[in-house]
Nanobody, 122 residues
Framework: QVKLVESGGGSVQAGGSLRLSCAIS????????MSWYRQAPGQEREFVAG???????TYADSVKGRFTIAQDKAKITLDLQMNNLRAEDTAMYYC????????????????WGQGTQVTVSS
């Protein structure tokens, strides 16, 4: 079974830092595109950062220069280093695993973790 478990969330002051981690299990031999999304109360879930199977990273404009996405060598952990946090970064953060286009390795196209809460006070 494919499972994603986020951790590392918490409460910090504006300007502080947090490092989120996503533990990936199941079908770890399959190629995957990974990403982080977040959702604040009353808001739609939005893309934060992504890293494709080849290691190329992309970021939402709102976090560019402050957040860094990375994956370990074995591709069983996805991290999001968040620096210079702002109140508007407050949200539930979700790890997402996606089957690359053209791949049949993963049973489904998309998998989500349960989320980890990030709260930034100002």
């Amino acid at each position: 079974q494919v499972k994603l478990v986020e951790s590392g969330g918490g409460s910090v002051q504006a300007g502080g830092s947090l490092r989120l981690s996503c533990a990936i299990s199941g079908y770890t031999y399959c190629r995957s595109d990974m990403s982080w999304y977040r959702q604040a109360p009353g808001q739609e879930r939005e893309f934060v950062a992504g890293i494709d199977n080849d290691g190329s990273s992309t970021y939402a404009d709102s976090v560019k220069g402050r957040f860094t996405i990375a994956q370990d060598k074995a591709k069983i952990t996805l991290d999001l280093q968040m620096n210079n946090l702002r109140a508007e970064d407050t949200a539930m953060y979700y790890c997402k695993r996606t089957r690359p286009r053209g791949s049949k390795c993963l049973p489904e196209d998309t998998y989500w973790g349960q989320g980890t809460q990030v709260t930034v006070s100002s």
